[in-house]
C-alpha cells in the first residue's frame, strides 16, 4: 500500500486520538514509582481508554504469525528496547522504562512512547534519555512538506550520532492513520534529501531508539520483547506527527495537555494579561 493523505476532516479526529493518548500516558508516566509493576500500568491504561470511550490499539495485534499482543501498553525495562509485554516484576529504583500507547479513537490511531528514569539514574543515562527525547524534536523540526524522509532520518540520527550512541537500525518509525502501521518506514538514520517527498496531510509516527552501547538486538523467548544484544542501556521515544501546510504539529504532545484548549490560549496571548 502506498503512503495515505488525510484530509483535514480527518487529522481532526486523528488530534482527538493523540490528545486521549496523551492524557493516558500522563497519568502512566506519573505512576512510574519503584514496586510498580507493568501489570498494573496496564490496567491502568485499559482502564483510562475505556473511560474515554476509545480502544486500545495494540491489543490483540498480531503481525506475520507472532501471537496476539496481550496488552494495552508496550513496556520495556533497561536493555529490553522496545514491544516488552507486562508482567509482574515489580520496578525498582534506577530502572529506566519505556512506555508504548496506542489509542484508536474514532478509527484513527495514534502511537506514542516515552522512556522514564525510576527515581536516581546516572547523569549519562538521564543524558540519553534528554537526547532521545531531544531526537523526536530534531525529526519533528524537519516534518515539512516538501522535504523528504531522509531529511527527517538523518536528524534523528545526528542527535544520536553526535553522542556516540548505539542507533538502532532494526526498528523505526511509520505512517500511522486507520492503521498503526502504514508506508512509509522512516529510519532513524539516512541522508538528507532522499526517499519518500512529503506533503500536507501525511502523519506520520517519530521513533528514535538509542542505546549506551551497541546497535544489535534480538528478539525473547515470548516473540515480542526485544532487547539490546549486547545488555546495553536504550532509550525510546514516540510522537504522532502530522504535516501541515502550517507546518508540522505533534498530536500526541503531553506538553499540550496543559493548554486547557488551544482558543483560549489564543485568546490569552492576543488579550491584556
Ligand atoms: N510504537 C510501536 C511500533 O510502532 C508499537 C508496537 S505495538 C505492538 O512498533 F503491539 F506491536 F507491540
Ligand atoms: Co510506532
Redesign the pocket.
Known amino acids: 500500500m502506498s503512503v495515505v493523505i488525510k484530509s483535514p476532516d480527518e487529522i481532526a479526529i486523528m488530534r482527538e486520538a493523540g490528545r486521549l493518548n496523551a492524557e493516558v500516558r500522563k497519568l502512566l508516566l506519573d505512576a512510574i514509582a519503584p514496586g510498580v509493576t507493568g501489570r498494573e500500568l496496564d490496567e491502568l491504561a485499559k482502564a483510562e481508554i475505556a473511560q474515554r470511550g476509545a480502544t486500545p490499539t ?1 491489543v490483540g ?1 498480531a503481525p506475520g504469525g507472532r501471537p496476539p ?1 496481550p496488552g494495552a501498553i ?1 513496556y520495556s525495562v533497561n536493555a529490553q528496547l ?2 516488552g509485554i507486562p508482567g509482574d516484576q515489580p520496578l525498582q529504583e534506577g530502572d529506566i522504562v519505556s512506555v ?1 500507547l ?1 489509542v484508536t479513537w474514532r478509527g484513527y490511531v495514534s ?1 506514542a ?1 516515552f522512556t522514564a528514569a525510576v527515581g536516581e539514574v546516572p547523569p549519562e543515562v538521564r543524558r540519553l534519555l534528554e537526547r532521545t527525547q531531544a531526537a523526536v524534536h530534531a525529526g519533528v523540526e524537519q516534518a515539512l512538506a516538501g522535504n523528504r524522509i531522509g531529511d527527517i532520518s538523518s536528524a534523528i540520527g545526528a542527535v544520536g550520532h553526535e553522542e556516540g550512541y548505539g542507533i538502532i537500525r532494526e ?1 523505526g518509525g ?1 505512517g500511522v492513520g486507520r492503521t ?2 502504514e508506508e512509509p518506514h522512516i529510519p532513524n538514520y539516512g541522508r538528507p534529501g532522499v526517499g519518500h517527498q512529503l506533503k500536507p496531510g501525511m502523519v506520520v ?1 517519530l ?1 528514535p531508539m538509542f542505546s549506551l552501547g551497541g546497535e544489535g538486538t534480538e528478539e525473547e523467548a515470548d516473540r ?1 520483547t526485544v532487547r539490546m544484544r549486547d545488555g546495553s542501556l536504550c532509550a525510546h521515544f ?1 510522537e504522532t506527527v502530522a504535516v501541515t501546510e502550517g507546518g508540522p504539529e505533534i498530536l500526541t504532545s503531553m506538553g499540550r495537555l496543559d493548554d486547557a484548549h488551544e482558543g483560549a490560549a489564543a485568546a490569552t496571548t492576543g488579550g491584556a494579561a
Request: glycine residues 6%.
Open positions: 495494540f495485534y499482543y508496550c522496545v514491544h508504548d496506542g502511537d512512547a526498528y511509520h498503526m502501521h509516527a521513533e515480542w514516540e
